[in-house]
């Protein structure tokens, strides 16, 4: 089969659902879990919750219905030309492990050189927003955060590290408390250059 007639699916739109359970479905399934967590999910405290969780799953899991292309479709010329780095660093993120769906939470670094205009800094907030509100890995999230970030604004290279703690390691499992996960992805000229990296770390003032 030629796949540039019938690309397959990448990994990213496979992650994204083309059927939807209705509402009453969902509400139906979190009375379940309820009972299966062993309470009664006709109890009055109980009774509007699965509605609840149902609204805020819509808010946790935003992110499918979102699009990265949207979000940094828009660039602009510095005036004055700035090509250095440009990093935003410490940009909050509450995510959930796919393994679990459980949260995990943390902070991301980005840096990227441009190539042809910037980007709102904002939208790269908004970029690991869009990511974190899916069921995810860290490493998986640190990977489409800076694949989105080349394709949509073609940098001489790009950084991304994020270091967050996973609820699933301290509130169950082997339950250790306050450790800390760290992943990074260098492209371009992040890649090749060693200084380039250092400078990152120490911009970051992390490592
Ligand atoms: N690499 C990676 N692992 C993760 C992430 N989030 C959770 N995990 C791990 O996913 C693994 C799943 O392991 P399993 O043995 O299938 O599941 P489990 O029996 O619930 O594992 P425990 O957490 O050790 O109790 C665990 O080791 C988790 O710590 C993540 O973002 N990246
Ligand atoms: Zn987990």
């Given at each position: 089969?030629?796949?540039?007639?019938?690309?397959?699916?990448?990994?990213?739109?496979?992650?994204?659902?083309?059927?939807?359970?209705?509402?009453?479905?969902?509400?139906?399934?979190?009375?379940?879990?309820?009972?299966?967590?062993?309470?009664?999910?006709?109890?009055?405290?109980?009774?509007?919750?699965?509605?609840?969780?149902?609204?805020?799953?819509?808010?946790?899991?935003?992110?499918?219905?979102?699009?990265?292309?949207?979000?940094?479709?828009?660039?602009?010329?510095?005036?004055?030309?700035?090509?250095?780095?440009?990093?935003?660093?410490?940009?909050?993120?509450?995510?959930?492990?796919?393994?679990?769906?459980?949260?995990?939470?943390?902070?991301?670094?980005?840096?990227?050189?441009?190539?042809?205009?910037?980007?709102?800094?904002?939208?790269?907030?908004?970029?690991?927003?869009?990511?974190?509100?899916?069921?995810?890995?860290?490493?998986?999230?640190?990977?489409?955060?800076?694949?989105?970030?080349?394709?949509?604004?073609?940098?001489?290279?790009?950084?991304?590290?994020?270091?967050a703690e996973h609820m699933c390691m301290s509130m169950r499992g082997v339950r250790s408390q306050g450790?800390?996960?760290?992943?990074?992805?260098?492209?371009?000229?992040?890649?090749?250059?060693?200084?380039?990296?250092?400078?990152?770390?120490?911009?970051?003032?992390?490592?």
């Amino acid at each position: 089969m030629d796949a540039r007639v019938n690309p397959l699916p990448t990994e990213l739109e496979k992650s994204v659902s083309h059927s939807r359970p209705s509402q009453a479905e969902a509400e139906a399934a979190v009375r379940t879990l309820i009972a299966w967590a062993g309470d009664n999910p006709e109890r009055e405290g109980l009774l509007d919750t699965p509605q609840r969780v149902v609204r805020a799953f819509g808010e946790l899991y935003a992110g499918y219905e979102q699009d990265p292309k949207a979000i940094l479709a828009r660039t602009f010329k510095e005036v004055g030309g700035y090509d250095d780095i440009v990093l935003v660093r410490d940009i909050p993120f509450h995510s959930h492990c796919e393994h679990h769906m459980v949260p995990f939470t943390g902070k991301a670094h980005i840096a990227y050189l441009p190539h042809d205009g910037v980007v709102g800094l904002s939208k790269l907030a908004r970029l690991v927003d869009i990511f974190a509100r899916r069921l995810q890995t860290q490493e998986n999230l640190t990977a489409q955060i800076i694949d989105a970030i080349n394709e949509n604004l073609g940098p001489r290279g790009a950084a991304v590290m994020l270091d967050a703690e996973h609820m699933c390691m301290s509130m169950r499992g082997v339950r250790s408390q306050g450790v800390s996960t760290i992943t990074h992805r260098f492209t371009g000229v992040f890649a090749e250059d060693r200084s380039e990296q250092d400078r990152f770390f120490a911009m970051v003032g992390k490592r």
